[in-house]
Structures are given as structure tokens and as C-alpha cells.
């Protein structure tokens, strides 16, 4: 009679079970080294490769932007301009700072340098408009007049730094009216999903950064102030001064009521991003109505006299033949 005979079942199948344990003990300490993690290796080869590529970004724009930093110091020659000539005095009213900043501007840095760009231009002008007019053209004209009339272009240099500022907020503005309904559609979603006004603002700037770099810099900037300011209504309100922006003004009195009364931002948020979409197919159909008879004047001048060429041209041709 063999062994397993006298053997109990009990004790045959505790036996079994301790058999399957140990096999499978065996095999989970073993399945690492026999079935290698390439999934989980491929996730750490992806995320090595997006640190290296956000400190490859980070290094890039930190290049880019050293020159625009808000601690930048002006240069020497522009300070010492506006200490001589007692410029700053100019700015004491905010109102250069504030058009600076609208235009994408910011820092000391950048105030002294437009107020001695705005003193230098002139001067420059003048001279270059003279040596012009004196060593290329040779009119024939008084000294006293040629001296006038470069005078005349080079006043015209104090007005340019202001006029490329003035078209610099335009454009800005532009592309923030834009782009301004999806970055609110991002805000909502985000707001919706649970995070708060912060989370919301920061999450919206990283994304939004690819399509519109000028409204992530606004909104990282207010994420900024609503972290240090005392009033975070303030920070809000700095949003709507520095953009100049009908529709973010009106989103940034919907976030203080908010604010204040404590009301529900989700309902607030869907309503503007609705209003924006509508102003900027508005404005989209306002543009388009106004082509044509902006085309009035090109197709007078250039079409019509080409037509007028290709029907009169032959005919013009036989007579002159029969002739």
C-alpha cells in the first residue's frame, strides 16, 4: 500500500495549497526580472523627457525675456538723460506707466527708456534729415530753410515713440478680444470642475499660452497678485486696467461680485464667454460688410483701367489696320 494512502485528505490538500503557494510566491518574486515593466519604463522615459524639455523652455524664455524682467536696469546712457533733464517728473501722473503697461510694458526700466527715446529721437532726426537734405539732395533752397524744414521732421520724432506705443495697445488689445471667449470657455470648465478662482486662472495661463501669450501673461500676472495682495478685488481690477478690454472688464465686475456677494461664478462665467462669442462674431460680420466698399477705390484704380485695356485694345488695333 502505497504512502499517500495513510496520508488524511485533509492534510493531502492542505499539502496541495501549500505547494500552490510557494509556486506562486516563486513566480510574483521572479516576474519582475522575467517580464520586464516596459510600460512603466516608457512612463519614466516620458516624463525624464518632459522635464528636460520644460527646462530646455524655461531656459529658452528666461533668455528671451532677461531683457524685459521687471528688476532690468535701464541703461546707463538713458539714465543719465533722465537725470539731467529731470525727466521722471513726466511719469509722476501714472499715465505713461499705465499706456506701457497696456502695450505689454512693464518695470522702471521701461519708463526711463521711452523717456529718453522720446527726448533723443528728435535730435536725431533733425541731424540725419539735415545731412540728408545737405549732402544727397543739394537743393538749391536757403540754408535757413533746409535748417526748417529738417526741424520740421525731426519734431516729428518726439510724437513716433508714442504713436508705436498707441499701435502697440491696439494690437495687443486685438489679439487679447480674440482670443479672450476661449480663454473664458477654459475658465469655465475648469471652474465647473471644482478647482477655485486661483487654480482656475493658473491652469487657464499654461494653456492658453500657445494660442494667446498676451492673455497668459495677464492672467498669470493676476494669479500672481490674487497670492500676494491684501484685496483680492484688486487683482481683478488690475486685469481689466492693464488689458483696457471691454470684455474682460466686464468678466473681471462679474468676479468681484462674486467676490463680495459670495454668488455663484460658474452661472456668471458660461453667461460672458457667451457675450464674447457673440461680440466677436459681431465684430467678424462688421468686418466683412466694410470690404466692399473698401474695394470701391482699389477697383477703380487698378481693375477697371486693365478692363478698359483688354476691350479698347483690339478693337483699337483693327481701325488702325483699316486705316
Not at 35 to 54: A, P, Q, S, W
Not at 111 to 121: C, H, N, P, Q, S
Not at 164 to 189: E, G, M, V
Request: aromatic share 8%; glycine share 6%; charged share 20%.
Amino acid at each position: 500500500m502505497s504512502l499517500a494512502a495513510h496520508i488524511p485528505p485533509a492534510e493531502q490538500l492542505a499539502a496541495i495549497l501549500a505547494g500552490f503557494a510557494v509556486f506562486f510566491a516563486v513566480v510574483a518574486v521572479s516576474w519582475p526580472y522575467i517580464f520586464r515593466d516596459t510600460l512603466g519604463e516608457r512612463m519614466r522615459k516620458v516624463e525624464g523627457e518632459r522635464e528636460r524639455i520644460r527646462q530646455r523652455e524655461r531656459a529658452r524664455l528666461g533668455a528671451e525675456k532677461r531683457n524685459v524682467s521687471l528688476r532690468a536696469e535701464p541703461k546707463r546712457l538713458f539714465k543719465a538723460i533722465v537725470d539731467r533733464f529731470n525727466l521722471s517728473a513726466q511719469a509722476e501722473d501714472g499715465e505713461i506707466a499705465h499706456k506701457l503697461r497696456m502695450a505689454g510694458y512693464r518695470g522702471n526700466a521701461v519708463i526711463t527708456t521711452f523717456l529718453a527715446v522720446r527726448l533723443i529721437a528728435p535730435v536725431a532726426i533733425f541731424i540725419a534729415c539735415l545731412l540728408y537734405l545737405l549732402l544727397v539732395i543739394r537743393p538749391d533752397a536757403p540754408l535757413l530753410l533746409v535748417v526748417a524744414i529738417a526741424a520740421g521732421l525731426g519734431s516729428l520724432g518726439y510724437y513716433a515713440p508714442a504713436i508705436f506705443i498707441r499701435n502697440r495697445i491696439t494690437k495687443r488689445q486685438l489679439a487679447i478680444r480674440r482670443s479672450w471667449p476661449d480663454a473664458l470657455d477654459l475658465l469655465l470648465i475648469t471652474v465647473e470642475s471644482g478647482m477655485g478662482i486661483e487654480g482656475a486662472f493658473r491652469k487657464v495661463g499654461e494653456e492658453i499660452a500657445v494660442q494667446s501669450p498676451e492673455i497668459a501673461e495677464e492672467i498669470l500676472l493676476t494669479t500672481a497678485e490674487l497670492s500676494y495682495l491684501q484685496d483680492r478685488r484688486q487683482a481683478f481690477q488690475n486685469l481689466g486696467l492693464r488689458t483696457g478690454v471691454d470684455g474682460v472688464r466686464a468678466v473681471v465686475t462679474s468676479l468681484i461680485q462674486a467676490e463680495k456677494y459670495g454668488t455663484p461664478v460658474g452661472q456668471a462665467l458660461r453667461v460672458m464667454a457667451q457675450e464674447n462669442r457673440d461680440m466677436r462674431m459681431t465684430d467678424a460680420e462688421k468686418r466683412a460688410a466694410a470690404l466692399p466698399p473698401k474695394l470701391t477705390v482699389p477697383m477703380i484704380l487698378f481693375f477697371l483701367p486693365v478692363l478698359f485695356a483688354v476691350i479698347v485694345t483690339p478693337a483699337a488695333i483693327q481701325i488702325a489696320g483699316i486705316q
